[in-house]
């Protein structure tokens, strides 16, 4: 990750800028990424023995600037209760610099968990 988009999301992680803030710090230095450049965040929940997702949500990478932050300490809460690891600043990195990527990919015992940049 780009040293100066690490110290930006330290400082959103901190509480000492707002998303917004950080949204427009990323923009200014030009940290954005090329034309691969994803639209949405993508969350898909199977259930065991259900033939459609519990879950599928498909939310503007725009809109997801807003509440990043909130949304990673609950995930990171929830990842916490099932002793899995959660690194909320490579979370908070891949919304921000918008690459298409795998976030988060679970399966146990059927039950899937699918959280992507698209």
């Given at each position: 990750?780009?040293?100066?988009?690490?110290?930006?999301?330290?400082?959103?992680?901190?509480?000492?800028?707002?998303?917004?803030?950080?949204?427009?710090?990323?923009?200014?230095?030009?940290?954005?990424?090329?034309?691969?450049?994803?639209?949405?965040?993508?969350?898909?929940?199977?259930?065991?023995?259900?033939?459609?997702?519990?879950?599928?949500?498909?939310?503007?990478l725009?809109?997801t600037?807003?509440?990043?932050?909130?949304?990673?300490?609950?995930?990171?809460?929830?990842?916490?209760?099932?002793?899995?690891?959660?690194?909320?600043?490579?979370?908070?990195?891949?919304?921000?610099?918008?690459?298409?990527?795998?976030?988060?990919?679970?399966?146990?015992?059927?039950?899937?968990?699918?959280?992507?940049?698209?």
């Open positions: 990750m780009n040293e100066e988009l690490g110290r930006i999301l330290k400082m959103v992680e901190g509480g000492k800028i707002t998303s917004a803030e950080a949204e427009k710090l990323i923009d200014a230095l030009g940290l954005e990424g090329g034309s691969s450049r994803a639209k949405n965040l993508k969350i898909v929940v199977c259930e065991t023995g259900k033939d459609k997702p519990a879950v599928n949500l498909t939310i503007p725009g809109w600037h807003a509440f990043a932050p909130m949304i990673a300490r609950k995930v990171q809460k929830q990842m916490e209760k099932h002793d899995m690891p959660f690194d909320e600043s490579a979370f908070l990195g891949a919304l921000y610099k918008g690459e298409p990527c795998t976030i988060f990919d679970v399966q146990d015992e059927g039950n899937k968990v699918l959280i992507s940049i698209e």
